[in-house]
């Protein structure tokens, strides 16, 4: 008999001595279930029930919070689970039973902003977003959404807080979700632009990783550099990327803000998928000229926008026009060298188009 069977098996009992009366054997036998699965919401209920009817109404409190806050964990696994199948109707659906169960779970509501903005319902999911910072005043991952979502006005750039949250949740699992999942590009795509620059010469170059994450691009442009510097806010990521030996020095910053006091200047800046959570670029543009060598290079990607300026999209990324990229890059005196348009990864199974850019200063 299955573990599974045996504890349907004790339930059923538990339940048939609860209903003649005999409430300490059935106590006895949930007590039992509870043994071997502390998670079974029907044992934790049971033993509720039995402790009400003995008048221990602060133990059944307990029992009954107990088995309410399993039975919402239950339902937002099976709605995490939708979710990443992008069934999202079935998750919308497991999150609101969560959320009829105990009405501010916090995860429950944070699953139903994602679900509706992953199908574009904007409007219903600000209103998630916003019951979520009800809730959690000044979170940094809610306002932000709140403005992707439009219901805030769009700031020049992303907050600290937000990175760092974000980065930070997505560190453990961040290289196989991009590399398995997500067919991750920009750090091929930025090899290939250096070698193709480069046309086959050997290089020593001095390379800083802004927003070096998990080390990604810095493992991909090892072998056309003398040193290499990584930037990035989130401590959990610098770990990972810790661990793979690439960088000379890493170092726990705001981009922005190591460019404005940095000491050092490099041969070659490199920003993969860093500048996407910057909108206005003027003064990211004004920084940068300040740590590249003469005749340096500046090698970052953005995600296209056909219309004029940038935006904060519904992923929580901005997005910026090619005419924009270069009103900014003018007024700091850097030359275009290319521009490309490249897949730079999957979502949701379809491409995600981007530009791929080289500056010279």
Known sequence: MSTDSFVFSWISQAEELFKKGSLEKADNIFAKVLKRDKKCVAALNGRGRISEALGFNDRATEFFQKANEQEVSNYCFEAEKASEEASYQDAIECYKNALNIIDDNLDAIWGLAECYASIEETKTAARWYQRYLDLEPEEPEAMHMLSAMGALQTPDRASEGYIKILFDRFAPDFDELLKNDLDYRVPTLIYNTIEHYLNSQKANLEILDLGCGTGLCGEAVKQFSSRIDGVDLSVQMLKKAKQKLVYNNLINSDVLSYLKSA????????????????????????????????????????????????????????????????????????TEILVKSETLRLEYGEPVWGDIWLYQK
């Open 263 to 334: 000491n050092r200047t490099y041969d070659i800046v490199l920003a993969a998928d860093v500048f996407v959570y910057f909108g206005a670029l003027e003064a990211l543009f004004s920084s940068l000229k300040k740590v590249v060598k003469p005749r340096g290079l500046i090698l970052f990607s953005l995600e296209i926008q056909r219309s004029s300026g940038f935006s904060l999209t519904s992923s929580g990324r901005y997005s910026h026009s090619r005419p924009y990229v270069r009103k900014a890059a003018d007024q700091v005196g850097f």
